[in-house]
Every structure is written in C-alpha cells, then in structure tokens.
Nanobody
C-alpha cells in the first residue's frame, strides 16, 4: 500500500500550463503502475493517463499531445504536465497506484488513491 498526496493544482487561464505532482510514501513505489484520473463538475471520474513500472505511458485520446505523465522513482513522485489548458480540463485530478504490470485505464484496477487537487481553467 502507498499513501498518495497530490499538489500543483490551481486557477489557470486557458492556454496555460500546470504540472501536477503526486508524492507517494512507502518503499514500493517503483513496483506500482501509476495513473491520473479526473472528475469534472457534474461528471463521472475518468481516466486521463497512466505510466507503468518501466515507464510505458498511455493516454486517453482527448489529452494526447497536451498531457505528459512521468515518474521519478528516486523521489517517489509521479507528475502530470498539462499544456494548452482548455476549459473542459477543469476538474479535480486524482493520482492512483496499481500493482498491475501494465498501464491500467479503469478505476477498479487501482488500489490506492490520493485526495485530489483542483484544476480550474478560466476562459
């Protein structure tokens, strides 16, 4: 089990950028696949991006080319770089950890979740 704490959210103008961070506690971070999900106002939680233990990445189609997920195992941290922000990116962003080998895209495959960080994009 890992404890996850997100940071880096905030209020940004459309077209701007943010980098979200998710710090994990515990010695087993490198054995986890990590993912980012988001939940917009009045919407269900949706998958955004995932990175495997070995660094293989996967993105939902709507964020390809604008979002970049990365990890630093030495710092027990996973990042989500968000560029060219749009109003529809407004959401609470959650990081999650999974003990599966690949890049899970569905919430039930993740066992550990952070509390979320709010991203608000103004137009």
């Amino acid at each position: 089990q890992v404890q996850l704490v997100e940071s880096g959210g905030g209020l940004v103008q459309a077209g701007g950028s943010l980098r979200l961070s998710c710090a994990a506690s515990g010695r087993t971070f490198s054995t986890y696949a990590m993912g980012w999900f988001r939940q917009g106002p009045g919407k269900e939680r949706e998958f955004v991006a995932a990175i495997s233990r070995s660094g293989v990445t996967y993105y939902t189609d709507s964020v390809k080319g604008r979002f970049t997920i990365s990890r630093d195992n030495a710092k027990n941290t996973v990042y989500l770089q968000i560029d060219s922000l749009k109003s529809e990116d407004t959401a609470v962003y959650y990081c999650a950890g999974s003990t599966t080998v690949t890049t899970p895209t569905t919430a039930p495959r993740y066992s550990d979740w952070g509390q979320g960080t709010q991203v608000t994009v103004s137009s």
